[in-house]
């Protein structure tokens, strides 16, 4: 597997759990829960690409841009998290301050 194509699943699942799991169970409908704990598990995400690709000089292509592991991780996760999390909130009335 590419390191890209690594950290895409790595932060495909961590929203998956999040959101599918972990957010309705402990959250709900509250914003600020769910803000607090998705910024829990963007830190454990990027944790996990640290450990993997740290010093590495790894070079990510992200839409035709070299971006090393962090930049390449966060904007991943925020790509896939955004209409996630619209679907999440939709779903259950979740209202934004």
């Known amino acids: 597997m590419t390191p890209e194509l690594t950290l895409i699943v790595l932060a495909a699942i961590m929203i998956a759990l999040g959101y599918g799991f972990i957010y309705p169970r402990f959250a709900g409908n ?13 830190a454990v995400t990027l944790f996990i690409a640290a450990s993997l690709y740290y010093n590495s000089n790894i070079e990510f292509n992200w839409l035709g ?32 301050p």
């Open 65 to 96: 841009f070299k971006l090393n592991w962090f930049w390449f991780t966060l904007l991943t996760y925020l790509i896939i998290e955004i209409p996630v999390c619209l679907l999440y909130a939709k779903k259950h009335n979740m209202k934004f």
């Open 30 to 42: 509250d914003f600020k829960k769910v803000s607090m704990q998705d910024m829990f598990a963007t």
